[in-house]
């Protein structure tokens, strides 16, 4: 399995600070996405980093990607209480199929 | 901004029951695709469909379930009779191109 495993599995950080989270997965992949998902809602897509990209940027968010060593990190800076959620990443490999990780939950204290 | 809809956002079926779960893709999206979270677990994928034909399943996807695109717009899943074990939020995605897949709300469907 290509899955990516997120780590940590929660994170609990103070307003105005940076989150940081990292993905791990086993196989080679043509994209790396990662979503954010409120509780019970639906998933909102963050951002895709393609192989052949190292570093990308929106916003607040700022990913990376590591092939050799198959992992990605996420980086919120700034963090606001409405970034409260959790957030997976998710791989494909050339199939058009995403293989999810079990997620990061992240709580922001005010 | 365009937009993934699904309907109903929630439903409560009795197990053996037939269920059918609507979608409406991303209008000029050609890949649409069902996913399911059963509640506590990883998203895990169903199907993904393109050009009017199933181009990959899971094993999960046995054969209670089926797609349908009946027009233009509408992507459906059914379950035919359905199990405790569906119990699950199922979201309906969809792309462009293939790359980035945008997903609904979802749709929580209990079994009881």
């Known amino acids: 399995s290509q899955q990516g495993e997120e780590d940590p599995q929660a994170l609990s950080i103070q307003e105005g600070e940076n989150a940081t989270m990292n993905c791990s997965y086993k196989?080679?992949?043509?994209?790396l996405q990662w979503y954010r998902q409120n509780s019970g809602r639906g998933l909102v897509h963050l951002i895709l980093?393609?192989?052949?990209?190292r570093e990308k940027h929106s916003g607040r968010l700022r990913v990376t990607l590591d092939t050799s060593k198959k992992s990605s990190s996420l980086l919120i800076t700034a963090s606001r209480a409405a970034d409260t959620a959790s957030y997976f990443c998710a791989t494909d490999a050339f199939d058009y199929k995403l293989s999810f990780g079990a997620g990061t939950t992240v709580t922001v204290r005010a | 901004e365009p937009e993934v809809t699904q309907t109903p956002s929630h439903q409560v079926t009795q197990m053996g029951q037939e269920v059918i779960l609507r979608c409406v893709p991303i209008s000029n999206h050609l890949y649409f695709y069902w996913y399911r979270q059963i509640l506590g677990q990883k998203v895990e994928f169903l199907v993904s469909?393109?050009?009017?034909?199933?181009?990959?399943k899971s094993e999960i996807f046995d054969d209670q379930f089926s797609v349908e695109r009946p027009d233009g717009s509408n992507f459906t899943l059914k379950i035919r009779s359905t199990k405790l074990e569906d119990s699950a939020m199922y979201f309906c995605a969809s792309s462009e191109t293939g790359n980035t897949i945008y997903f609904g709300e979802g749709s929580w469907l209990t079994v009881v």
């Open positions: 980093i393609r192989s052949n990209e």
């Open positions: 469909f393109y050009n009017n034909e199933i181009s990959e």
């Open positions: 196989t080679s992949i043509n994209n």
